[in-house]
C-alpha cells in the first residue's frame, strides 16, 4: 500500500458483496488515496472483526431480510 494511502474498511454480508464491489469501485474512483477493503462474512462473523479483533470498520451493513423487503 502506498504512503499516504488510507483504507475504509466495510463489512458486508456475503448477499451484499455484489451491489458493494460496484460501490467500492465507483468509491475508490472519487476518491484517489482511498482504498476500499470489503471483509464480507456473516453478521456475527463481521461484528466479532470489529468488536473482537480490533478491526475498524467505516461500514457494517446489515443484510437484508424477507421482512425488510415490503
Known sequence: MKRGTRIAGVFPAPALTG???KVKA???ADHP???VLLEPDGSVD???KITED???AECSPP???PSSRR
Open 19 to 21: 451491489p458493494f464491489e
Open 26 to 28: 465507483a468509491f475508490e
Open 33 to 35: 488515496g482511498v482504498t
Open 46 to 48: 463481521c461484528i466479532k
Open 54 to 56: 480490533g478491526n475498524s
Open 63 to 65: 443484510p437484508t431480510t
